[in-house]
Structure formats: C-alpha cells, structure tokens
C-alpha cells in the first residue's frame, strides 16, 4: 500500500511564497514521474508541474517563472515552491506519484489527499 502526504497549504498574501511538500510511503520500488496538480471550484484537475525520474520538467504555462518544482529521490518527496502568488492561484493542490511495487509491475498513479492555497488580494 502506498501513501502520499502533502504538507505545506495555507493562506498568503498576493506576492508571497508557499511551499508544498508531498512525501510518499510504503510499498515502493521505483518512482517515476511526480508532479502536483490544482482544481478550482467546479473545474477538473489541471497539471501544474512533473518531474520525471530522469529530471525532465514541464509546467503550466500560467505558473512559469513563479512556480519551481523538484524532488529527493532519497526521500521520496516531491516539492513545489511558489513565488508571486495571485488570488487566481488559489486552489487545491494534489500531488501525485507514478509508482511501482516491484520491478516485475507495471505503475499506478497515486494522489495525495489534497491541500489548499488561498492567496488572498
């Protein structure tokens, strides 16, 4: 079984910085890509950032320049820091971690349960 617990939500003001953790947990021989996504009220998840394995990064176009996002593959912990927040940042952010048990399986794609950003104007 296989856990993702995000820390690092809260409120800040328009300008200020946050930072997102999200460590994974448990039966784990191999993750690949990790990343965070956001919904907004009444909207799907959209992606925000991913990291693969190899170090390859792709990021929403809304959050380059302001968001950086990097891992510790010791750690199994993905982090997401972001600079000049705006009130259109406020959202949940989920992370998420394709990962497999053994090297004989093929990856599932687990969620964390979720943290929210409020960036007040």
């Known amino acids: 079984q296989v856990r993702l617990v995000e820390s690092g939500g809260g409120l800040v003001q328009a300008g200020g910085s946050l930072r997102l953790s999200c460590a994974a947990s448990?039966?784990?021989?191999?993750?690949?890509?990790m990343g965070w996504y956001r919904q907004f009220p009444g909207k799907q998840r959209e992606l925000v950032a991913a990291?693969?394995?190899?170090?390859?990064?792709n990021y929403a176009d809304s959050v380059k320049g302001r968001f950086t996002i990097s891992r510790d593959n010791a750690k199994n912990t993905v982090y997401l820091q972001m600079n000049s927040l705006k009130p259109e940042d406020t959202a949940v952010y989920y992370c998420?971690?394709?990962?497999?048990?053994?090297?004989?399986?093929?990856?599932?794609?687990?969620w964390g349960q979720g943290t929210q950003v409020t960036v007040s104007s």
């Open positions: 998420t971690a394709d990962i497999t048990p053994s090297s004989s399986r093929g990856y599932d794609r687990y």
């Open positions: 448990g039966s784990i021989f191999h993750i690949n890509a």
């Open positions: 990291v693969t394995s190899g170090g390859s990064i």
